[in-house]
Protein backbone atom coordinates (compact mmCIF):
# COMPACT_ATOMS: atom_id res chain seq x y z
CA UNK A 1 0.00 0.00 0.00
CA UNK A 2 3.18 2.54 0.84
CA UNK A 3 4.91 1.59 -2.22
CA UNK A 4 1.43 2.34 -4.24
CA UNK A 5 0.65 6.07 -2.26
CA UNK A 6 4.66 6.92 -3.68
CA UNK A 7 3.78 5.56 -6.81
CA UNK A 8 0.73 7.78 -7.21
CA UNK A 9 2.09 11.03 -5.66
CA UNK A 10 5.69 10.50 -7.97
CA UNK A 11 2.92 9.98 -10.84
CA UNK A 12 1.10 13.14 -10.43
CA UNK A 13 4.03 15.09 -9.73
CA UNK A 14 5.36 13.99 -13.21
CA UNK A 15 1.91 14.65 -15.13
CA UNK A 16 1.93 18.42 -13.66
CA UNK A 17 5.44 18.74 -14.54
CA UNK A 18 4.62 17.81 -17.73
CA UNK A 19 1.59 19.60 -18.62
CA UNK A 20 3.14 23.19 -17.55
CA UNK A 21 3.12 25.94 -20.37
CA UNK A 22 4.01 28.42 -18.48
CA UNK A 23 6.66 29.49 -20.84
CA UNK A 24 4.49 29.31 -23.72
CA UNK A 25 1.61 31.81 -24.91
CA UNK A 26 -1.85 30.74 -24.45
CA UNK A 27 -3.85 31.61 -27.50
CA UNK A 28 -7.24 30.47 -26.56
CA UNK A 29 -8.56 34.28 -26.58
CA UNK A 30 -7.55 37.58 -26.72
CA UNK A 31 -7.84 38.06 -22.13
CA UNK A 32 -5.54 35.26 -22.23
CA UNK A 33 -2.80 35.64 -24.70
CA UNK A 34 -2.64 38.95 -22.57
CA UNK A 35 -2.16 37.01 -19.11
CA UNK A 36 0.23 35.15 -20.74
CA UNK A 37 2.37 37.27 -22.05
CA UNK A 38 2.04 39.33 -18.97
CA UNK A 39 3.25 36.38 -17.22
CA UNK A 40 6.32 35.57 -19.56
CA UNK A 41 7.83 39.12 -19.87
CA UNK A 42 8.12 39.63 -16.08
CA UNK A 43 10.11 35.93 -15.77
CA UNK A 44 12.13 37.83 -18.79
CA UNK A 45 15.48 39.95 -18.19
CA UNK A 46 15.26 43.32 -19.70
CA UNK A 47 17.00 43.09 -22.55
CA UNK A 48 14.95 39.92 -23.27
CA UNK A 49 11.83 41.42 -23.10
CA UNK A 50 11.78 44.76 -25.06
CA UNK A 51 12.94 42.49 -27.77
CA UNK A 52 10.31 40.31 -27.10
CA UNK A 53 7.64 43.13 -26.68
CA UNK A 54 8.62 44.38 -30.16
CA UNK A 55 8.08 40.92 -31.90
CA UNK A 56 4.52 40.37 -30.11
CA UNK A 57 3.53 43.84 -31.66
CA UNK A 58 5.17 43.40 -34.96
CA UNK A 59 3.54 40.15 -35.57
CA UNK A 60 -0.09 41.86 -34.02
CA UNK A 61 0.27 45.01 -36.34
CA UNK A 62 0.72 42.88 -39.43
CA UNK A 63 -1.89 39.48 -38.31
CA UNK A 64 -5.33 42.39 -37.71
CA UNK A 65 -7.11 39.07 -37.84
CA UNK A 66 -7.97 37.94 -34.17
CA UNK A 67 -8.71 34.00 -35.04
CA UNK A 68 -5.57 33.94 -37.11
CA UNK A 69 -3.50 36.07 -35.07
CA UNK A 70 -4.49 33.75 -31.94
CA UNK A 71 -4.07 30.79 -34.15
CA UNK A 72 -0.40 32.12 -35.12
CA UNK A 73 1.00 32.63 -31.59
CA UNK A 74 -1.26 30.28 -29.49
CA UNK A 75 1.77 27.81 -28.05
CA UNK A 76 4.79 29.47 -29.08
CA UNK A 77 7.48 30.50 -26.95
CA UNK A 78 8.89 33.45 -26.21
CA UNK A 79 12.21 32.76 -28.59
CA UNK A 80 10.01 31.47 -31.24
CA UNK A 81 8.04 34.28 -31.17
CA UNK A 82 11.55 36.85 -31.69
CA UNK A 83 12.37 35.04 -34.36
CA UNK A 84 9.12 35.15 -36.01
CA UNK A 85 9.89 39.15 -35.28
CA UNK A 86 12.87 38.86 -36.98
CA UNK A 87 11.61 37.31 -39.95
CA UNK A 88 9.09 39.80 -40.27
CA UNK A 89 11.55 42.59 -39.73
CA UNK A 90 13.87 40.99 -42.42
CA UNK A 91 10.42 41.00 -44.74
CA UNK A 92 9.78 44.26 -44.01
CA UNK A 93 13.08 45.80 -44.60
CA UNK A 94 13.33 44.18 -48.07
CA UNK A 95 10.15 45.64 -49.25
CA UNK A 96 11.82 48.75 -48.07
CA UNK A 97 9.14 49.70 -45.43
CA UNK A 98 9.68 53.26 -44.56
CA UNK A 99 9.40 52.70 -40.84
CA UNK A 100 12.49 50.22 -40.93
CA UNK A 101 15.07 52.12 -43.39
CA UNK A 102 17.16 53.87 -40.45
CA UNK A 103 17.61 50.78 -38.85
CA UNK A 104 20.62 48.84 -40.47
CA UNK A 105 19.36 45.32 -38.73
CA UNK A 106 17.07 43.96 -35.90
CA UNK A 107 19.49 44.39 -33.15
CA UNK A 108 20.25 48.50 -34.18
CA UNK A 109 16.45 48.71 -34.05
CA UNK A 110 16.13 46.41 -30.56
CA UNK A 111 19.16 48.40 -29.05
CA UNK A 112 17.39 52.07 -29.65
CA UNK A 113 14.07 50.93 -28.43
CA UNK A 114 15.90 49.93 -25.25
CA UNK A 115 18.11 53.32 -25.55
CA UNK A 116 14.59 54.80 -25.57
CA UNK A 117 13.00 52.71 -22.38
CA UNK A 118 15.83 53.63 -20.27
CA UNK A 119 15.70 56.94 -21.13
CA UNK A 120 11.97 57.32 -20.23
CA UNK A 121 12.77 56.07 -16.75
CA UNK A 122 15.60 58.53 -16.13
CA UNK A 123 13.61 61.53 -17.40
CA UNK A 124 11.03 60.75 -14.80
CA UNK A 125 9.92 63.81 -12.99
CA UNK A 126 8.56 64.33 -9.54
CA UNK A 127 4.88 65.13 -9.14
CA UNK A 128 4.64 68.61 -8.58
CA UNK A 129 2.13 67.80 -5.76
CA UNK A 130 5.03 65.95 -4.10
CA UNK A 131 7.05 69.06 -3.34
CA UNK A 132 4.22 70.74 -1.24
CA UNK A 133 3.78 69.95 2.37
CA UNK A 134 1.58 67.38 2.88
CA UNK A 135 -2.22 68.41 3.12
CA UNK A 136 -2.86 68.89 7.04
CA UNK A 137 -6.02 67.16 8.28
CA UNK A 138 -7.38 68.73 11.27
CA UNK A 139 -10.48 67.35 12.60
CA UNK A 140 -12.51 69.14 15.72
CA UNK A 141 -13.73 66.85 18.05
CA UNK A 142 -17.32 67.53 19.92
CA UNK A 143 -18.79 66.81 22.86
CA UNK A 144 -21.52 64.12 22.77
Avoid at 22 to 33: P, Y
Avoid at 36 to 56: A, G, H, N, T
Wanted: proline share 3%; hydrophobic share 35%.
Amino acid sequence: MRKASTVLVFLTCALLLGCNKSNQINGSSLKTVNRSISQIKEKLPLDQRIEFEVSFWTLRDEIRNNKEFLDAIDGKTPEQLVEAGRELFAKRKAAGSKDYEKYANWDQMISQYSQERIDQNRKKTPDQRDKNPPARVDYKMHAM
